[in-house]
């Protein structure tokens, strides 16, 4: 149990057997009345973000939340294969878990997958990925002067803004936390 006064960004808690993280929180003291803590919370699962009051004394369960590397294998349809690298153990995940993490990850790449209750709801791909440009417009000499960038489509198939001076066929990196370029390797 936890109160809401330690409350903490990141934070994962269990409200009527439902699991939130914290996104946001805030202590408010004000002139009259008693203290409290307001709380935007998004549903794991759902992805639903909720505002909440708490009283400080509050007592929330804090859920326990699995993390476990798994290997992207491949999908097939609206399934998408992960297998775990220790016990071989494959599990299938619908598109809907895996839809934002499908952007970054390619054939056999590791991804961490979180576990709720045994129940796999989320899936997160490295935190840098090197992808190859399959389709972009070409740069012109001369054309980085001002700093500029363009939309670039990886072999993912993720849109990604680039500098000028990367073509087709470059393998960049990438922060999938931002969607941003990071360099050319």
């Known amino acids: 149990m936890v109160s809401a006064g330690e409350f903490r960004k990141g934070m994962t808690i269990d409200i009527d057997g439902q699991v939130f993280t914290v996104v946001d929180f805030q202590h408010v003291k004000p002139g009259k009345g008693a ?49 775990d690298t220790e016990t071989y153990e494959q599990i299938p995940l619908n598109y809907d878990k895996v839809e934002d993490a499908m952007k970054f990850l390619k054939e056999n790449m590791i991804a961490t997958i979180k576990f709720y209750k045994g129940e796999a709801f989320s899936v997160e ?26 939309p670039a489509k990886v072999e993912t198939g993720a849109i990604i803004q680039v500098p000028l001076f990367v073509n087709q066929g470059d393998v960049i990196k990438i922060d999938t936390r931002t969607s941003e370029y990071l360099e050319r390797v």
């Open 125 to 150: 791909p490295p935190t840098f990925v090197e992808l190859e440009v399959v389709e972009t417009e070409p740069g012109f000499k001369g054309d980085t002067a001002t700093g500029g960038s363009k």
């Open 35 to 83: 203290a409290f803590v307001r709380t935007r919370l998004k549903n794991v699962i759902t992805g639903a973000v909720v505002e909440r009051t708490f009283n400080p004394t509050e007592k929330v369960d804090e859920a326990v939340i699995e993390r476990k590397d798994m290997q992207y294998l491949y999908n097939d349809g609206n399934l998408y294969y992960f297998m």
